[in-house]
C-alpha cells in the first residue's frame, strides 16, 4: 500500500512540485516576516548594545531606551562620579523626532553628543568625519542612499537645520534610525537646559556592575540604574512586544494556506485515484492502512515544501538587503525548527478531507465498468 503511495504521488512530478512550490510559498512569507520581525528588533536596539556600558543611569521608572523619555539633572552625573568604582560618567541627550530630508518626513532617534564624548558616539563611520561644529549631524549610510542625502547637504529636525557631515554605518532601522547631532543643538530643541537623558557609566576594573548598579539606585534619589546586560534586556523585550502580533497573525495565516493546499493536493489525487483505492480496498487492505499512506503522501508534499522554504530562507533571504538596504533581515534557525514542527501539523491536518473521502470509497466500485 506505502508502495502504491509512493508511486502514484511521484508518478506526477508536476502535480508534486507545483504543490510543493506552492506550500513552499506559504511558509517562506512566515520565514520572511518572522526575519523582518527579528531583524528590525535587534537593530532598534542597535545604539545602546554598541555602547556597551557597564550601567545605565536614567529617570526613575524608566527601564529601557526605545520609544522611551528620561531626563535627570546633570548634577547627579557630577555626584555618581564621584561614587567609588566609577570610572567614567559620559552623558547625552536622546529623543525622537519627525526629520525632513528632501521633502519627505520620517521618524528618527537623536543622539545629542558633549564635545569630546565620542564615546557616546557611531562606533562606526562610512565616509566624512564627526562632529566638530554645532549644526552638523551624522546620518546612516543607508540614509543617505534612499533618502538621496549626501555629505554637504541639509536636512531639517524639527525646526533647525543641520548640515550633514558623516555618514554612520549599523544605524540605520526602518523603526529606529539614529541620528547624532551636537548636545547644545538637541539641548535647544528639547529646551532641556541642566539635564541629561541617559548616562553611560564604565566602572573600574574587578568591580561587580551589579552592586554599583545598586549603590547608585540607593545614592542618588530618582534614578534608575541597571546593567547593561539588563538594559538591552529591557530594550530588546520592548522592541519585539511591537511586533509580536502581527507575526503571530501571519504564520496562523500561512500556516492555514499550507494546510489548504495539502489538502487539496491529497484530495485531487484521491479524486483521480478513486477507481485504484477502491480496487485495494476490494482485496482486503483495511481503511488504517490505506489513511495511513494518504497521510504520508500528505507528510511527502508538505516535507517537499518545507525544504525548498528552508533552502530559500539559508541561501537567498540573507542576500536580499542588497538590494533593499533598508531591510533588516536576520534568520532564527531556531524560528525554522519551529516552523517544521508547524508543517508536520500542517501535513496531517491537510490530509483529514482526503482521509475522510477514503472512508467514503467503495469497494463495489472496482467492478463497474
Given at each position: 500500500?506505502?508502495?502504491?503511495?509512493?508511486?502514484?504521488?511521484?508518478?506526477?512530478?508536476?502535480?508534486?512540485?507545483?504543490?510543493?512550490?506552492?506550500?513552499?510559498?506559504?511558509?517562506?512569507?512566515?520565514?520572511?516576516?518572522?526575519?523582518?520581525?527579528?531583524?528590525?528588533?535587534?537593530?532598534?536596539?542597535?545604539?545602546?548594545?554598541?555602547?556597551?556600558?557597564?550601567?545605565?543611569?536614567?529617570?526613575?521608572?524608566?527601564?529601557?531606551?526605545?520609544?522611551?523619555m528620561?531626563?535627570?539633572?546633570?548634577?547627579?552625573?557630577?555626584?555618581?562620579?564621584?561614587?567609588?568604582?566609577?570610572?567614567?560618567?559620559?552623558?547625552?541627550?536622546?529623543?525622537?523626532?519627525?526629520?525632513?530630508?528632501?521633502?519627505?518626513?520620517?521618524?528618527?532617534?537623536?543622539?545629542?553628543?558633549?564635545?569630546?564624548?565620542?564615546?557616546?558616539?557611531?562606533?562606526?563611520?562610512?565616509?566624512?568625519?564627526?562632529?566638530?561644529?554645532?549644526?552638523?549631524?551624522?546620518?546612516?549610510?543607508?540614509?543617505?542612499?534612499?533618502?538621496?542625502?549626501?555629505?554637504?547637504?541639509?536636512?531639517?529636525?524639527?525646526?533647525?537645520?543641520?548640515?550633514?557631515?558623516?555618514?554612520?554605518?549599523?544605524?540605520?532601522?526602518?523603526?529606529?534610525?539614529?541620528?547624532?547631532?551636537?548636545?547644545?543643538?538637541?539641548?535647544?530643541?528639547?529646551?532641556?537646559?541642566?539635564?541629561?537623558?541617559?548616562?553611560?557609566?564604565?566602572?573600574?576594573?574587578?568591580?561587580?556592575?551589579?552592586k554599583?548598579?545598586?549603590?547608585?539606585?540607593?545614592?542618588?534619589?530618582?534614578?534608575?540604574?541597571l546593567?547593561?546586560?539588563?538594559?538591552?534586556?529591557?530594550d530588546?523585550?520592548?522592541?519585539?512586544?511591537?511586533?509580536?502580533?502581527?507575526?503571530?497573525?501571519?504564520?496562523?495565516?500561512?500556516?492555514?494556506?499550507?494546510a489548504?493546499?495539502?489538502?487539496?493536493?491529497?484530495?485531487?489525487?484521491?479524486?483521480?485515484?478513486?477507481k485504484e483505492?477502491?480496487?485495494?480496498?476490494?482485496?482486503?487492505?483495511?481503511?488504517?492502512?490505506?489513511?495511513?499512506?494518504?497521510?504520508?503522501?500528505?507528510?511527502?508534499?508538505?516535507?517537499?515544501?518545507?525544504?525548498?522554504?528552508?533552502?530559500?530562507?539559508?541561501?537567498?533571504?540573507?542576500?536580499?538587503?542588497?538590494?533593499?538596504?533598508?531591510?533588516?533581515?536576520?534568520?532564527?534557525?531556531?524560528?525554522?525548527?519551529q516552523?517544521?514542527?508547524?508543517?508536520?501539523?500542517?501535513?496531517?491536518?491537510?490530509a483529514?478531507?482526503?482521509?475522510?473521502?477514503?472512508?467514503?470509497?467503495?469497494?463495489?466500485?472496482?467492478?463497474?465498468?
Amino acid at each position: 500500500m506505502f508502495k502504491w503511495a509512493w508511486k502514484s504521488l511521484f508518478n506526477q512530478p508536476g502535480h508534486l512540485l507545483g504543490s510543493a512550490l506552492g506550500i513552499a510559498s506559504a511558509f517562506i512569507l512566515v520565514i520572511f516576516f518572522d526575519s523582518v520581525w527579528r531583524g528590525e528588533s535587534v537593530q532598534v536596539v542597535a545604539y545602546p548594545d554598541n555602547m556597551k556600558p557597564d550601567i545605565w543611569v536614567m529617570q526613575s521608572g524608566v527601564g529601557n531606551m526605545h520609544m522611551a523619555m528620561s531626563f535627570i539633572w546633570d548634577w547627579k552625573a557630577k555626584k555618581i562620579e564621584k561614587i567609588e568604582g566609577v570610572k567614567k560618567v559620559t552623558p547625552i541627550l536622546y529623543t525622537s523626532s519627525i526629520i525632513t530630508v528632501n521633502n519627505k518626513e520620517m521618524f528618527a532617534f537623536i543622539v545629542g553628543l558633549l564635545p569630546g564624548t565620542q564615546r557616546a558616539g557611531p562606533w562606526e563611520m562610512s565616509a566624512g568625519r564627526q562632529i566638530e561644529n554645532p549644526g552638523e549631524v551624522l546620518i546612516p549610510d543607508v540614509l543617505s542612499k534612499i533618502g538621496n542625502i549626501n555629505i554637504g547637504d541639509s536636512l531639517q529636525i524639527i525646526d533647525q537645520t543641520f548640515t550633514v557631515t558623516g555618514l554612520t554605518k549599523g544605524t540605520f532601522s526602518s523603526a529606529n534610525t539614529v541620528l547624532f547631532v551636537p548636545f547644545s543643538n538637541l539641548d535647544k530643541i528639547l529646551s532641556s537646559s541642566g539635564t541629561y537623558s541617559y548616562l553611560l557609566v564604565d566602572t573600574e576594573e574587578s568591580i561587580d556592575a551589579k552592586k554599583l548598579a545598586k549603590k547608585i539606585k540607593n545614592d542618588v534619589a530618582k534614578v534608575n540604574a541597571l546593567t547593561h546586560k539588563e538594559f538591552i534586556a529591557n530594550d530588546l523585550s520592548m522592541a519585539k512586544q511591537m511586533g509580536v502580533e502581527i507575526i503571530v497573525m501571519m504564520t496562523i495565516i500561512c500556516s492555514v494556506l499550507a494546510a489548504l493546499i495539502v489538502a487539496f493536493t491529497s484530495y485531487s489525487l484521491i479524486m483521480r485515484k478513486r477507481k485504484e483505492l477502491a480496487i485495494i480496498k476490494a482485496l482486503g487492505v483495511n481503511n488504517r492502512t490505506v489513511l495511513y499512506s494518504v497521510t504520508a503522501q500528505s507528510i511527502i508534499v508538505t516535507l517537499s515544501g518545507f525544504i525548498l522554504a528552508t533552502a530559500f530562507a539559508i541561501f537567498v533571504i540573507p542576500t536580499l538587503p542588497q538590494f533593499i538596504p533598508q531591510l533588516t533581515l536576520l534568520v532564527s534557525i531556531d524560528a525554522i525548527i519551529q516552523l517544521g514542527l508547524i508543517a508536520l501539523i500542517v501535513s496531517i491536518a491537510g490530509a483529514l478531507i482526503p482521509a475522510y473521502m477514503v472512508l467514503r470509497v467503495d469497494p463495489a466500485t472496482a467492478f463497474h465498468v
